[in-house]
């Protein structure tokens, strides 16, 4: 399959009979910029026990969910905490929420770039209720079906399915462009008219409203604004998927309060039913022409229904809610030389192609692709990932080989493998054009944000982004519509329980 094959290769290992070995890709040269190590493909990498314990039982989950979401580190520092006490980036640990929520929070951590893409072997990791973790909310959040995100790839509707996610985003293709530029063109005007007011203007606020728009009417040809959603379609959906992440958010409550409500126990689907009734009506009558398709693919039509909403506003519209203001802010702080050299970029491919941001304008802007690029590596917007052993293995690290037995629950943390300093040079600073050139070609296949290596296309026996490529697109887009438009901008950030709080300074308007 496209993933395994970007990213693992098996050797027959000796010191565990019946163990599958899970061995890295390497090659021949390294440069500054990729510092991957390089080491011989038949080199045999000494094992080691799996280090960490779980502690007793409760009490040791509750231990280390009170650390993850309240100690002095943040979630960043709970996981760096434990490679420091064990010096080891495979360990063993407890995943939030567990108690009264997850009936086993016990996970093997992989928390380094060489380890972490055996969770895209769908060959020996299966994907069943795991794309939330070590629970799964309740099916009465999603009609009553479980949805493709879900389903692991042996299941017989998950083909079925994700091609009708592929036709979704391709059936209206000649539309995305010239919706994005005119959503998010209106985007642009109502905060120059926020900064003229006030002095300054939520970028997030904004973009909630323009990208399930532009999302709508791109892929499904209707304004959600001019039906009976009005405009509460974001705040709907915002709550929606609160009321299936709580377990795993926290915001800013009282700790005992928010460890109780929030982490301890569900919340119930029956306070959010009146919403996402809404807004399945919404897509029962927007999405006619897809959930026909959908019926010709054996799907029934209500199960359509519910996995179009699902795609459309928890994975798309809730990927560009996190991912647009990170690349905003990430691109904010990289200051006014940066932004010149992406207008330039900008300016002139589209100055080349007769004025016309196309396909090909944007396949000639390589710093933009870049710069996108590299925000989904240093925060991409899923960072936790999970598949359940399906067999005796040895996962190896850069360092050592880790036997993990059959029905061990693994779990990768991104943000660990995407800033592994055995990969990245300068891990922790935004580089915009760190992809650029054969050096950053290379390095393409360590940003997997989408469940899978950037070098590899989705397919329908993996678990791979089904909306990979258009993701990056529509990122591409509104870094091409912000330098069309101005020479430079101003942010200030904060924290939000969704990504970042990104909020608008000065644009200063295109002047060449």
């Keep these: 399959m496209a993933t395994a094959a970007a990213c693992i290769s098996f050797v027959s290992p000796s010191p565990a009979p019946g163990c599958v070995v899970v061995r890295r890709q390497t090659r021949a040269s390294a440069s ?16 080691r026990k799996v280090p960490g314990d779980y502690g007793p039982p409760v009490v040791g989950a509750l231990r280390d969910r009170y650390e993850y979401f309240y100690g002095p580190g943040g979630r960043d520092g709970f996981f760096a905490a434990r490679v420091r006490a064990h010096r080891s980036t495979v ?31 769908t060959s020996l990791v299966d994907k069943t209720d795991l794309f939330t973790g070590t629970f799964m909310p309740s099916t009465d959040l999603t009609g009553g079906y479980r949805v493709l995100s879900y389903l692991d790839p042996a299941e017989p509707n998950h083909a079925p399915l994700k091609t ?12 995305v462009i010239p919706r994005f530029r005119e959503v998010y063109g209106d985007l642009f005007g109502l905060m120059e008219n926020d900064l003229a007011r006030v002095g300054k203007a939520d970028f997030g606020v904004h973009n909630d409203a323009a990208a399930l728009g532009f999302l709508c009417q791109a892929l499904l040809g209707r304004d959600p604004a001019k039906s009976a959603l009005g405009r509460d379609g974001p705040k709907l959906i915002t709550k929606w998927v609160l009321f299936q992440l709580s377990p795993l958010f926290s915001l800013g409550l009282p700790t005992l309060v928010e460890d109780t409500l929030l982490h301890s126990l569900r919340l119930p689907p029956a306070l959010v039913k009146k919403d996402y009734d809404r807004l399945a009506e919404f897509f029962r009558d927007a999405a006619k022409s897809v959930v026909d398709e959908g019926e010709r693919l054996g799907i029934a039509r209500e199960e359509a229904v519910h996995n179009i909403l699902f795609a459309l506003c928890f994975n798309s519209f809730g990927g560009m809610k996190i991912l647009f203001p990170t690349l905003v802010k990430w691109l904010g702080r990289a200051g006014a030389r940066v932004h010149g050299r992406l207008a330039t970029e900008v300016r002139g491919a589209v100055r080349d192609n007769g004025g016309e941001v196309t396909m090909k304008a944007l396949a000639e802007m390589p710093l933009v692709k870049s710069a996108v690029y590299e925000a989904l590596r240093i925060e991409p917007p899923v960072a936790m990932q999970y598949g359940r052993a399906k067999r005796d293995m040895v996962v190896e690290s850069h360092d050592y080989g880790y036997e993990v037995r059959e029905g061990e629950m693994l779990f990768g943390y991104q943000p660990m493998a995407t800033k592994d300093p055995r990969v990245f040079a300068r891990p ?17 296949r360590h940003v997997v ?61 295109a002047t060449f």
């Design 32 to 47: 500054a910029t990729d510092r991957q190590e390089v080491v011989s493909p038949k080199r045999r990498l000494p094992l």
């Design 91 to 121: 360990v063993r640990l407890n995943m939030p929420p567990g108690p009264f929520v997850a009936r086993d929070p016990r996970v093997v951590a992989l928390l380094d770039a060489a380890s972490f893409p055996v969770l895209f072997d």
């Design 164 to 175: 009708l996610l592929f036709y979704l985003l391709s059936h209206r293709r000649q539309h």
């Design 428 to 444: 922790e600073e935004y580089v915009p054009d760190r992809f650029l050139g054969e050096d950053g070609a290379r390095l393409l």
């Design 449 to 509: 944000w989408s469940n899978g290596p950037e070098t590899a296309s989705p397919t329908l026996h993996d678990k791979q982004c089904a909306g990979k490529d258009f993701v990056v697109l529509v990122a591409r887009l509104l870094l091409v519509e912000l330098f069309l438009r101005y020479d430079s901008f101003d942010v200030e950030v904060g924290t939000s329980t969704l990504g970042s709080s990104v909020t608008v300074t000065s644009l200063k308007k």
